[in-house]
């Protein structure tokens, strides 16, 4: 008996988990003021709303783009968190080469005293080998700096994120998930606005 209970309050409840209609994800960009060093600016940030609440993190749109099962979503969401981990990683290793070379240079600058006699053999000996450590810590910093640069400019996991979330709205709408234009307007906006009918 009571595994017929079970079975008749559970049952339900899994039917209902598995028929729960997927909803569109919303992108928004708004405005952000941003500090440089040079100058303050604004920017673009991305905001993604799933069925009206604002998704924190990017990679917590995985399980909707999943559950859609739609091939392309689900690639270009994988690459794009395959980029971003590489983006992150490069950063990390650039920038952590480039703050070595820095320090030894500075160091090497700053440690440049003769222990012992001074003598023409061993100020040149002392000279060419603080010169060596001087061009290895040039070239240590130069080879982080490049790795930081690619990874930031030549990365680009944004890119394969909206294509993710495009192909999942695209799927949403040949399954049944109809869209609609329609004029909106509130007290300090109005325009036109997008409204998915389920």
Not at 22 to 46: M, R
Not at 54 to 70: N, T
Not at 160 to 172: A, C, D, G, P
Not at 183 to 198: D, E, K, T, V
Request: net charge positive; charged share 15%.
């Amino acid at each position: 008996m009571k595994t017929l209970f079970l079975f008749l309050i559970i049952l339900p409840a899994s039917v209902w988990a598995q028929t729960e209609p997927l909803k569109p994800i919303e992108t928004t960009s708004e405005p952000t003021y941003q500090y440089f060093h040079h100058g303050n600016g604004y920017g673009l940030s991305q905001r993604y709303i799933y069925d009206g609440i604002e998704v924190r993190r990017a990679p917590d749109l995985a399980p909707y783009i999943e559950a859609s099962g739609d091939k392309n979503a689900i690639q270009e969401f994988q690459q794009y968190v395959r980029q971003r981990r590489l983006r992150t990683i490069m950063l990390v290793v650039g920038g952590s080469t480039m703050l070595l070379g820095g320090i030894i240079t500075t160091r090497l600058g700053a440690s440049q005293t003769l222990t012992g006699p001074l003598t023409a053999t061993s100020l040149g000996a002392f000279t060419n080998e603080a010169r060596k450590t001087h061009t290895t810590a040039l070239l240590t910093a130069g080879v982080g700096f490049a790795i930081a640069a690619i990874g930031a400019l030549a990365l680009h996991p944004d890119f394969h994120l909206r294509r993710s979330i495009q192909y999942y709205n695209r799927s949403l709408k040949q399954q049944g998930v109809s869209w609609q234009v329609m004029p909106y307007s509130s007290i300090s906006h109005s325009g036109i606005g997008l409204m998915a009918q389920f």
